[in-house]
């Protein structure tokens, strides 16, 4: 193994050349193979570990809490405590310099500088684990329900009260807000309301506080989750929720009371999107989202949770940022729409782009190429990489009027069907959502006795079946031959889904929300609904999970894994969840006719 240049390095360049000596002369070379433990509660360490190549990955309580890389000096603590808390396991090969204890200990005996630098690196270093454990704690707690949670008691007072009086009422209870009884509605009064009342011709005196409070509250049960309540107040920009167990109001919950409760920072980066004065300040706030998306993972947050989440905070980037490279004529006579797993609201790490733009028949715009190029590139600045397909809007096939964009997903050829399938998820984020729903009710017309189209358009969900090995595969003890998730896994179930709602005209974007309509019209089981939706999820999660662990050692996210890389429960659920792909693809072929193709 070629001799370590890290000796050269902190802390080590603190020693005397004769304890260089004493080092190199004492280090024993080590390799390592993928998988294989190099610390464990169950051994007592006898070497601490100077990384040569290769990363290991340290897990804490079953939790990955850092990834390793060369130049890193492992099991310092553990070697002089004579016990390691934790796993270090390679994640690939590993070459290391193992350095005895008692050399370590001459070390730090004999050199006051040395054992400075290696316990104020040692230091730093538990401090940043210590962090992201306390970090994971407080995202347990977004488990907990609503209930749980203080609330702040509901303080009512009538509608026709005065301003003035209820004014006067909220400074003696010390509060910002009261909720406003006005026959059987329910309203709230709020500090914001009183600005805005202020600004009327109308003394407040004479103005009753039931013509400026808002009656349209968003109220949620005491069972629901914390994460319920935070992704509502970011979906529909409250501050406030009302808290009722049926027709009893139990309180009022606010986002300072819920962000008291638990740190995350999903709501600063919903703040700082919104309040972004220019693309480089929203560029500061997009790129937080995937370092949101791994602390939430690591805090055991479903993963449906996660992409709501990750879903809103989306369609607030893409609408923000639209509003700052077109002009507002622009925006007026047309649609930006978003497609893909962006539309159906399952993207979860930021993966190609699939965005269009409808606009006004009739409509002109000088200068939509440079706008369109702006957007796109600005995308691509936030880790939105370009789609290699080229579905953008810089692509003019993807930026048309409304009716040359009905000619384009009429699905006349191959292109056209996948085009179609494109276009069925997609959603509006900016822009004039009519010419969306006028586009969507042209699929009506294009499907009228188009048995046969359905037939080729469901068909595509097996374009990626899988070889008939993949069980034995799973079942092997190694396999180096990767599994792709997506088209193995994923796509299969979302096409299908998709397939189904285009058949039975269900609008609804994402995979979930088809999957409980198509079972309310009695068009699928509810059993294999059920089984699907949580094959999808299982999936989903176990895709996040490799991509995170990729990006921590330096790698390109993808969608492949290596069989042998997965614990024994995780290709059991793989197992399952083939199988049910397998049924669900089974029962395509009766429902589309497929053996007939």
């Not at 048309?400 to 292109?415: V, Y």
């Amino acid at each position: 193994m070629t001799e370590p240049t890290a000796f050269e390095q902190a802390p080590f360049d603190t020693l005397t050349a004769d304890e260089r000596a004493l080092l190199r002369h004492a280090a024993v070379a080590m390799r390592f193979e993928p998988q294989a433990t190099l610390l464990s509660p169950q051994a007592e360490p006898t070497h601490v570990l100077l990384i040569a190549s290769g990363h290991v990955q340290q897990l804490e309580a079953g939790e990955a809490v850092a990834v390793h890389r060369a130049g890193d000096l492992l099991g310092v603590r553990e070697v002089l405590a004579g016990q390691a808390r934790g796993h270090w396991t390679a994640v690939d090969a590993v070459e290391a310099r193992a350095v005895p204890k008692e050399a370590l200990q001459s070390l730090i005996a004999g050199n006051a500088s040395f054992s400075a630098r290696l316990f104020g690196d040692l230091a730093q270093r538990l401090a940043a684990v210590g962090e992201r454990n306390q970090q994971r704690e407080m995202l347990s707690l977004m488990m907990v329900r609503i209930g749980d949670v203080y609330l702040r008691k509901p303080f009512f007072v009538d509608g026709a009260l005065d301003l003035v009086s209820v004014c006067r009422l909220l400074s003696e209870q010390g509060l910002t807000n009261a909720l406003v009884r006005d026959g059987e509605r329910i309203g709230m009064f709020t500090t914001t309301d009183l600005r805005d009342a202020l600004l009327r011709d109308a003394p407040p005196s004479t103005l009753a506080v039931r013509d400026v409070a808002q009656f349209e509250l968003i109220a949620m049960p005491p069972d629901s989750e914390l994460f319920d309540a935070l992704l509502t107040m970011v979906r529909h920009r409250v501050h406030r929720v009302l808290v009722r167990d049926g027709d009893t109001i139990l309180g009022v919950l606010s986002q300072l009371d819920l962000m008291s409760f638990v740190s995350n920072h999903s709501h600063i980066i919903a703040l700082q999107i919104e309040q972004s004065g220019s693309i480089d300040e929203l560029k500061k706030a997009a790129l937080q989202m995937d370092g949101l998306v791994g602390l939430l993972q690591s805090g055991g947050v479903r993963v449906e949770v996660i992409t709501a989440l990750v879903s809103e905070l989306n369609t607030r980037v893409f609408a923000r940022l639209w509003s700052f490279v077109a002009p507002p004529e622009l925006v007026a006579n047309s649609c930006l729409i978003v497609m893909g797993s962006e539309g159906r609201g399952e993207q979860i790490l930021k993966t190609d782009q699939d965005n269009a733009l409808l606009l006004r028949d009739g409509f002109g715009f000088v200068g939509l190429d440079r706008v369109a190029q702006r957007f796109n590139e600005a995308l691509a600045g936030f880790g939105y990489p370009p789609c290699p397909g080229d579905i953008m809007v810089t692509n003019p096939l993807w930026r048309q009027p409304l009716a040359h964009f009905r000619e384009a997903i009429r699905g006349a050829d191959p292109q056209g069907v996948m085009r179609l399938a494109i276009f069925f998820d997609a959603v509006a984020v900016a822009g004039d959502a009519a010419l969306l729903q006028e586009a969507r009710a042209h699929l009506d017309a294009i499907l009228a006795g188009g048995d046969a189209f359905l037939a080729r358009f469901a068909r595509a969900a097996d374009q990626f079946a899988e070889p008939g090995n993949w069980w034995t595969r799973l079942t092997a003890r190694r396999d180096e031959q990767p599994l792709d998730l997506k088209k193995l896994g994923t796509f299969p179930i979302v096409h299908g889904v998709r397939s189904l709602a285009l058949k039975h005209r269900v609008r609804a974007p994402g995979t979930a929300a088809r999957l409980r309509t198509l079972v309310d019209g009695r068009h699928l089981d509810p059993e294999l609904a059920r089984d699907l939706l949580d094959a999808l999820h299982f999936l989903m999660g176990l895709k996040l999970k490799h991509q995170l662990r990729q990006r921590e050692i330096g790698e390109a996210a993808t969608n492949l894994v290596q069989p042998s890389a997965l614990g024994t429960l995780e290709r059991d659920m793989l197992k399952d969840s083939l199988a049910i792909i397998r049924r669900f693809r089974q029962h395509l072929v009766l429902q589309f006719r497929l053996d007939a193709l």
